[in-house]
């Protein structure tokens, strides 16, 4: 039997007790409880009132497959729990949520509260801006209204470089990624800085995807990973070996080609987006390197 572990976890709602154990809380419980995102195209995001669909919840998908291979519970549950920039980590650490696979940077600061399996993703920051803006780098942006989103690292990474290139932004932030990009379509903010492989997804799905681009270099470069409680070393091994497995048996370059090449749901746009050469590269290292 797996030994039933206790860790506490201090979040803005007071204490509580969690199982470190995710394999035994799910045995326990029936329910394995995956996180998604709403509008983090094509990682995680609703196709529909409550059809989470994506590159990441896919992967998801996989890892709930081994689970009940592993626990020997074919009829075991999924059930999908809706997460923010601002709560997926306490959801995560207060044991609501078992797995969040979608749009996380996997970095040193949040290693201290939870765990990252092998990274799947490499994306800097970039802005999306209206065509004809005059927006094409961040110096254009200088003293002006500029969106991001709240929770997220972006907001971080924009801040430090507006102070050091003493650009001033003004910055205002949206809920959730579709509220930071409706700040720049009604346009209460020039320009949306954000990962530039979510910017493009906005813009594929948007209701007139012309009407915008992607501009300026990339900020840094930091890692997605799927993330999970701290201290569980038996479901990290479990859930490296899906995403590992994926890698090295060619189905996670299929899935690639399905969410990044391909057309995708809702509009039928595609991305049109090459694996990055970080990528291909951890497709052999399969490594969890936070970016610092």
């Not at 999306?128 to 500029?146: E, P, Q, R, T």
């Not at 509220?179 to 346009?187: A, H, N, T």
Request: with cysteine; hydrophobic share 40%; proline share 5%.
């Amino acid at each position: 039997m797996i030994p039933l572990l206790l860790t506490a976890a201090t979040l803005a709602t007071g204490s509580a007790l969690v199982q470190a154990d995710t394999l035994e809380k799910i045995a326990a419980s029936g329910k394995i409880t995956l996180a998604y995102r709403e509008s983090s195209v094509p990682f995680s995001y609703l196709d529909g009132p409550s059809k989470p669909i994506g590159f990441a919840v896919d992967m998801s998908n996989a890892v709930a497959d081994a689970v009940r291979k592993q626990l020997k519970k074919p009829d075991l549950q999924i059930e999908w729990q809706p997460v923010t920039s601002q709560n997926r980590i306490p959801l995560i650490m207060n044991g609501t949520v078992d797995l969040e696979c979608g749009s996380t940077t996997n970095n040193t600061a949040r290693g201290k509260d939870v765990a990252f399996a092998i990274n799947h993703f490499y994306t800097g920051t970039r802005l999306l801006v209206k065509k004809g803006s005059g927006i094409k780098d961040y110096a254009d942006l200088a003293g002006k209204n500029v969106a991001t989103t709240t929770g997220t690292t972006n907001l971080q990474v924009l801040r430090k470089y507006s102070t050091e290139k003493n650009l001033n932004f003004n910055m205002l932030f949206g809920k959730d990624h579709a509220d930071s990009f409706l700040l720049v379509e009604s346009g209460r903010a020039l320009a949306f800085g954000m990962d530039d492989i979510l910017l493009f997804g906005l813009k594929a799905n948007a209701k007139n995807p012309d009407e915008f681009e992607v501009v300026g270099e990339s900020l840094q470069v930091e890692p997605y990973a799927c993330m999970l409680r701290k201290d569980d070393a038996g479901f990290k091994h479990l859930v490296d070996g899906v995403i590992g497995g994926l890698m090295k048996s060619g189905e996670f370059e299929k899935l690639y080609t399905k969410w990044f090449m391909q057309p995708i749901p809702p509009r039928g746009v595609p991305l049109g987006l090459p694996m990055s050469p970080q990528l291909k590269d951890n497709l052999k290292a399969l490594s969890d390197k936070p970016a610092v």
